[in-house]
């Protein structure tokens, strides 16, 4: 979350701090019975197991510490879990970060009422009280840990929707970023009974077990995610560079980036789509790398020996980023950045809807950056003259439904051109 909160969005964290503390109260004299045993083993599980987080694209970590709270949610009880569940908050890279207070709040709230009410649906269902693979407690397992989950995701989902400036879909942030976990929520409801039931009869030094490898395996995860970001972060960097020695186009893949997503989000574009979208628009100039400066900046018409040469460029750039395992999914959106919706684009001559969508937004945002940024050969395009030419190439050059999004959003004032 920004530093920078507005009333709104201040609200909801109150709102889910509140919600959070009352469902508290409630489990605490409805269930009453703390586990000091419990408490200690399974919450140095979770304070380890939370600081070796995986953290997510747009908001929020994965990290096994659910299997843990879970585990003692069904040995210890409700309070005991939540109580622990506090004991996240204690994340060594939020404090590096200095995260703002209100972050604290919300995630506080957020996992009192996540484990509560896991808790009392757990409880309510398991009148027993006892914890066997049978009937009822099988239930309350399934319908406790889908609520934990649903609930923690959720809560999220709306403030990460709440607080971007696009005012993204809650559904679309949620879909994006965590519905994909449902199938590892599954494996750790799973883990959780397993190390609940070995606990039960090993007593502590089961947890140890238990965890261990869940630990390792979470680490790993860790250093693979921590290596994709940064194959990417060299290769945008390697574009800057590029861009930096050229006079004519420094940030222009940030901008074409910035241009692309405003345009993808008048088209609901998912989450997803977006990422990908944006990933190709930071480096669809990457081939350029290979072509001399003599060529990028003739100020003169290119021959065509010296078109083809330029035009290169789209093919070493999709060859780069297909060759590539983290980049190749926006293989084909580089691919496609140069064709024209008449055919008499290049390299491959795709037309109409051949050319993938955002492949076609890509292209206009491209060329928006291009008729408004100085070039060797002319001075940039004023703003109204640029937003003309592409409105009438609708059809031509650009993707009419892409062309009508982006008027859409120049209307509204997405598209400021940088002094």
């Excluded at 993204?168 to 965590?178: D, E, K, Q, V």
């Excluded at 910035?258 to 008048?266: D, S």
């Excluded at 290049?346 to 945002?365: Q, T």
Aim: glycine share 8%.
């Amino acid at each position: 979350m920004a530093q920078k909160i507005s009333g709104r969005l201040l609200a909801y964290i109150l709102s889910v701090f509140l919600a959070g503390l009352g469902i508290f109260l409630y489990v605490y004299q409805a269930y009453p019975g703390i586990s000091i045993e419990g408490a200690i083993a399974f919450g140095l599980l979770v304070l380890v197991t939370d600081n070796l987080a995986v953290m997510l694209p747009k908001a929020g970590a994965v990290s096994v510490a659910g299997s843990i709270l879970m585990a003692c949610l069904f040995v210890n009880g409700p309070v005991t879990a939540s109580l622990i569940s506090i004991l996240q908050l204690l994340h060594v890279a939020d404090f590096k970060n200095r995260e703002p207070w209100y972050k604290y709040l919300f995630n506080g709230g957020q996992f009192l009422l996540a484990v509560g009410i896991g808790g009392i649906i757990f409880k309510t269902i398991n009148r027993s009280g006892a914890f066997a693979l049978q009937g009822e407690v099988v239930l309350a397992v399934v319908l406790s840990s889908l609520a934990y989950f649903v609930i923690n995701t959720g809560l999220t989902a709306i403030a990460v929707s709440a607080s971007t400036p696009e005012r993204t879909s809650a559904i679309h942030t949620w879909l994006y970023n965590y519905a994909w976990l449902f199938p590892f929520h599954i494996l750790v409801s799973i883990v959780a009974v397993g190390i609940a039931l070995l606990y039960l009869r090993f007593g502590s030094v089961s947890l140890l077990f238990s965890t261990l490898p869940l630990i390792l395996t979470q680490y790993i995860w860790l250093l693979t995610l921590r290596e994709r970001k940064a194959v990417l972060d060299n290769i945008i960097n390697m574009v800057r560079i590029m861009e930096a020695k050229d006079v004519y186009t420094p940030g222009h893949s940030r901008r074409v980036a910035q241009y692309a997503e405003k345009i993808g989000r008048e088209l609901r574009l998912n989450e997803f789509e977006i990422d990908n979208l944006k990933n190709a628009a930071y480096l669809h100039d990457v081939g350029k790398i290979q072509i001399d400066l003599s060529v990028l900046n003739n100020e003169e018409q290119l021959s065509s020996e010296a078109r083809k040469i330029f035009q290169s460029h789209v093919t070493v750039s999709a060859e780069i980023t297909g060759s590539i395992t983290y980049t190749k999914p926006i293989s084909d959106i580089i691919w496609g950045h140069h064709e024209r919706y008449d055919g008499q684009g290049y390299p491959r001559g795709l037309k109409g809807d051949e050319i993938p969508i955002l492949a076609a937004i890509l292209s206009v945002a491209d060329s928006f950056d291009a008729m408004t940024t100085k070039r060797p050969y002319r001075d940039p395009f004023p703003f109204e003259k640029a937003v003309q030419e592409i409105e009438l190439n609708s059809g031509k050059m650009y993707h009419p439904a892409v062309v009508e999004a982006f008027l859409k959003s120049a209307q509204k004032g997405n598209f400021l051109v940088e002094e």
